[in-house]
């Protein structure tokens, strides 16, 4: 634990992060004071969940009455495409109004679509825009700024319909931005600029996501939310908004594949030009307010000429498929944007599978029993060893309790005589361990996958259960919703965790008994304490480990039918420690 939390400290220190050439850094001022007019402020503690989204009553409110208004202006240009809907903004070349088709917002049925982009200025404030500024001796007065009103040529944004947006400065040049969209969320923005003046023009195009941490989802030490970009070919983790907000700005090492910011199940990423050597950074804008930028080298246009530069933004919900499609498409990385972690290689199996068998049945819960059931057959072979290896050992204690008076004074030649032993039986005192080894992956990549992978999110089950990725939602404690109260988080136990600890506590009463009176204890207390310590978790892991439970029971009764002098066994130590209890008990008295 030291070192994985300790790794970020270490890293900053060992190899802090290269200053930003000074040049560079005022131009990334200058587009700071052209595409942001807020106060800077001290920010307020960030209060999130793990979907994300506005949670103050105030700024909701505030929200809904500042769309109203900013969406009912004319200078906007409808963006319709089948996964998103919104538009452009005129006024700055924004695009700041952007919610999910496929995306509600809970999971009532009724409830709105997910809005990923808000306008500058409201409360949920998050949009892209694509600009110029001046490069070194240039004149940023000649430049369209954060005011300026464009043309547009186009009536709206679809997969079929490009529009392009023209502004003209007055002194020869004629800046224009043509947007495209796809079928999901991917939209392209060619910059050109031409030059119809006398003299060669120099500007610097730019690309920059503008966010608040207000929506941001919850960012824990597993799952990442916040600042995320690609860089040399690698995917980086690292930053998250208290950096960027004790550090001003954050610039990334190594070449950007792309930029933006992520919550668990959203994304927005920039994308450069291909071959091309953008300067990025994120810097925080205080009251709360982040940008992730992108600006290119100068280019300079020679009278009569012009120049153009083409960034990919993309805006929606961080389905793998869609991800890893744009990857074949050559965004880097771009499946990884998914924080699967150092098991991905075990992860996204599993991620697959389960999957699959949500296509073939059509209810996530119904794949979740189906996935346990294959993991314990497969796991089956291993069950059967671990019972032959228990009922090998327990046929030898009478051997080793021998060897153990017989060397009790040499240690060496006691560990020697036991292995020796061991080998003369075919047996292997760890062979129980293998199948505990082997579900400890298998249950977290089952975890991971549950609170990461958008297509499980608001997947029902049956009856209560509306949500596999969300707590159980009934309490045992309020009588299940009847009593007006909603119990602390160490004590919502629901029905879910219950049967956890229900299903556990017969799993052990079948399991041998433990000769360690300290271990018999812990048996003893450990189903009660999973059950809460689990009781947070999915509801969809705690039906997989339920379901795993009770195979587990059926199997250690057939596996007993197969060595009954396991069993035999099993219930002489039983009834031993009964009878050592009530001694005790006894001479207590």
């Not at 072979?381 to 009790?408: C, D």
């Amino acid at each position: 634990m030291l070192l994985l939390l300790g790794w970020e400290y270490a890293t900053s220190w060992f190899y802090p992060q290269p200053a930003k050439p000074v040049a560079e850094q005022q131009v990334a001022d200058k587009l700071g004071s052209a595409a942001d007019t807020t106060t800077p402020e001290e920010p307020k503690p960030a209060k999130r969940t793990r979907e994300g989204g506005l949670q103050d009553a105030a700024d909701i409110a505030a929200e809904q009455l500042d769309l109203a208004a900013d969406l009912a202006s004319p200078a906007r240009v409808p963006i319709a495409a089948p996964s998103l809907t919104g538009s452009i903004n005129l006024t700055g070349a924004a695009i700041d109004d952007l919610t999910l088709n496929d995306f509600r917002q809970t999971v009532a049925k009724d409830s709105g679509p997910v809005r990923l982009f808000s306008p500058a200025g409201t409360p949920a404030q998050y949009f892209a825009q694509f600009g110029w500024v001046a490069g070194e001796g240039g004149d940023s007065a000649a430049l369209p700024g954060a005011d300026t009103r464009w043309q547009v040529e186009g009536e709206r944004l679809t997969p079929d319909s490009p529009v392009t947006l023209h502004w003209a400065n007055g002194q020869g040049q004629t800046f224009s931005i043509r947007f495209e969209i796809d079928r999901d969320y991917l939209v392209t923005a060619t910059q050109t600029v031409a030059n119809t003046g006398s003299t060669p023009f120099v500007a610097r195009p730019f690309a920059l996501v503008n966010r608040t941490d207000k929506t941001a989802s919850t960012d824990t030490w597993n799952v990442h939310s916040g600042p995320i970009g690609a860089f040399d070919g690698s995917v980086d983790f690292g930053n998250n908004y208290k950096d960027v907000l004790k550090k001003g700005t954050v610039s990334p090492g190594g070449r950007a594949d792309w930029i933006g910011f992520t919550d668990i199940y959203w994304l927005s990423a920039l994308v450069p030009q291909d071959g091309a050597t953008p300067s990025t950074d994120f810097r925080s804008l205080g009251n709360r307010l982040y940008r992730a930028d992108l600006i290119y080298q100068p280019v300079t246009v020679p009278a009569g000429k012009q120049a153009t530069r083409t960034t990919r933004l993309f805006a929606g919900a961080k389905e793998s498929a869609v991800l890893d499609k744009y990857e074949g498409q050559g965004i880097a990385n771009f499946g990884l944007a998914i924080d699967w972690g150092w098991f991905r290689w075990f992860e996204r199996p599993i991620f697959l599978l389960l999957d699959k068998l949500f296509g073939l049945t059509g209810n996530f819960g119904v794949a979740i029993i189906l996935l346990t059931v294959i993991i314990r057959g497969i796991m089956f072979p291993v069950a059967q060893k671990q019972f032959a290896s228990m009922a090998g050992m327990r046929a030898i204690q009478p051997k080793l309790k021998a060897l153990q008076e017989r060397y009790k004074e040499d240690r060496p030649k006691l560990q020697q005589e036991t292995m020796a032993l061991y080998k003369q039986e075919g047996v292997n005192p760890l062979a129980g361990c293998l199948p505990i080894l082997i579900q400890i992956p298998i249950f977290f990549a089952l975890y991971k996958t549950l609170i990461l992978t958008i297509e499980m999110r608001h997947q029902p089950f049956a009856l209560w259960i509306k949500d596999l990725s969300a707590p159980d939602p009934l309490h045992i404690l309020n009588l299940f919703g009847m009593l007006p109260f909603d119990p602390p988080s160490f004590l919502a136990i629901g029905p879910l965790a219950l049967l956890l600890g229900v299903t556990m506590f017969f799993q052990f009463r079948l399991n041998p008994v433990a000769m360690d009176p300290v271990q018999q204890q812990m048996f003893a207390v450990m189903p009660w304490v999973m059950m809460f310590v689990m009781a947070p978790f999915a509801a969809g892991l705690l039906i997989y480990w339920i379901i795993s439970n009770v195979l587990t029971i059926a199997q250690q009764q057939f596996l007993y039918s197969r060595h009954p002098q396991l069993k035999e066994q099993a219930a002489k130590d039983k009834a031993d420690m009964a009878k050592k209890h009530a001694a005790k008990k006894d001479s207590g008295r």
